[in-house]
């Protein structure tokens, strides 16, 4: 039987809605490449609630140190798909 695989295009719309919610940008504006803070105004406590959303719908935790690292949604997604992998393979 094949294993489950994470489809990632409804992953990066689902953590795009997320980021849309947290921070009331229309989702059509929010582009992969805008900077968090500088272009999109997202503060601390803003991705805060973006990374909690995150780890609680996908039942994982963002590590610490990967945290300042994220500054776009592709950073993001490339996180996420990182740390799905790794929690596929155990």
């Given at each position: 039987?094949?294993k489950?695989?994470?489809?990632?295009?409804?992953?990066?719309?689902?953590?795009?809605?997320?980021?849309?919610?947290?921070?009331?940008?229309?989702?059509?504006?929010?582009?992969?490449?805008?900077?968090?803070?500088?272009?999109?105004?997202?503060?601390?406590?803003?991705?805060l609630?973006?990374?909690?959303?995150?780890?609680?719908?996908?039942?994982?935790?963002?590590?610490?140190?990967?945290?300042?690292?994220?500054?776009?949604?592709?950073?993001?997604?490339?996180?996420?798909e990182?740390?799905?992998?790794?929690?596929?393979?155990?």
């Amino acid at each position: 039987m094949a294993k489950k695989k994470i489809d990632f295009e409804k992953l990066k719309e689902e953590i795009k809605k997320i980021v849309s919610e947290v921070s009331e940008i229309p989702q059509e504006q929010l582009k992969e490449d805008a900077r968090f803070v500088e272009d999109l105004g997202i503060d601390s406590m803003m991705a805060l609630e973006i990374v909690a959303n995150i780890e609680k719908k996908y039942k994982i935790v963002i590590p610490e140190e990967e945290i300042p690292k994220i500054r776009s949604l592709k950073d993001v997604y490339d996180i996420m798909e990182k740390l799905l992998k790794t929690k596929k393979g155990k």
